[in-house]
């Protein structure tokens, strides 16, 4: 061997070597910032039911965060801890798992609300499914939290057509974040308890083909788009997000059932907002006590 192709094989090797380092490195920013089933999605259905604990303060609440598609790691954090402290004040009892195989007739049935906590991708059967949608119309009640809305989700047509009502098209990007003012629809909602009529909320705002209000829908709460930015600027594009009618909080009769759905949660400091975390606790109230506006 020559010295030339020496120090060829060697330079070779050290690229190769960069480049697997580099490749590494890259799966591991993807996985770390909770892309990972989003750019490899998972359809993965765990088969084995987790053991529940022999007693539940009742009303229970069970917090549901699988994600089969990006995972919104600090908002996942951030919600249960907010969650748990809802529970505690208000004296309900509280339960989280990832996994779906709790969606049968029999577990489900020591919960009185289902929250999809930033939950996202196919994330249960077609039996699992159809447990939930039973459970749900025979008065159960289901809160959504942002991902819960996104467009992870158009594989279950029932999910998409009763508790979300639109399809999700992007968020805002460039800045990701941006702070909006919220006003309140139908406020004398009970699940509005407590909550200004105008706030504003920093937030990963989303943006959806049509408003859920034209599915029938009740409109709880919309956001002003000259409030921020409704654009998606990302590789030198620039898409505009806005949609005239922009709900970010909406509740649907589903059968027997109770839903409600809440855009805002990216974040862990979503969850430190007062209104927000206001919303939540009101928005539970509702859907566990059966009161006031109803199905």
């Known amino acids: 061997m020559t010295k030339s192709s020496s120090l060829l094989g060697r330079l070779f090797k050290r690229v190769l070597q960069l480049s697997l380092l580099m490749g590494a490195a890259g799966l591991a920013f993807v996985w770390y910032i909770g892309a990972w089933n989003l750019l490899f999605p998972s359809s993965g259905h765990d088969a084995v039911a987790p053991v529940l604990p022999e007693e539940l303060t009742a009303p229970t609440v069970m917090v549901f965060s699988k994600t089969n598609s990006f995972r919104h790691k600090e908002g996942i954090e951030g919600g249960n801890l907010a969650l748990a402290d809802i ?8 339960w989280f798992t990832e996994n779906g195989a709790v969606f049968n007739s029999q577990d489900l049935s020591r919960f009185d609300v289902v929250v999809f906590q930033n ?26 939290i942002h991902s819960a809305g996104d467009g992870s989700h158009q594989d279950w047509p029932w999910y998409m057509e009763n508790l979300i009502g639109a399809d999700f098209t992007a968020h805002i990007m460039g800045p990701q974040f941006q702070r909006a003012t919220v006003y309140l629809e139908n406020n004398e909602h009970p699940a509005l308890v407590r909550i200004p009529d105008i706030w504003d909320h920093d937030e990963e705002w989303y943006s959806w083909s049509s408003s859920p209000r034209e599915k029938g829908f009740k409109i709880l709460a919309t956001i002003d788009e000259d409030s921020y930015t409704p654009m998606q600027k990302i590789f030198g594009k620039e898409v505009d997000l806005s949609m005239g009618d922009h709900p970010v909080v909406w509740s649907n009769c589903v059968g027997s059932g109770r839903s409600l759905y809440a855009a805002m949660g990216h974040s ?9 975390r206001q919303l939540l606790q009101s928005s539970l ?11």
């Open 285 to 295: 109230q509702w859907l566990i006590k059966g009161q006031g506006e109803g199905c």
């Open 87 to 94: 529970a505690e004040a208000s004296g309900w009892g509280i």
């Open 119 to 144: 939950a996202t991708g196919d994330m249960l059967s077609a039996t699992q499914q159809q447990a939930f949608q039973a459970w749900l119309e025979n008065g159960g009640g289901w809160l959504g």
């Open 268 to 276: 862990k400091e979503a969850f430190s907002s007062s209104e927000f």
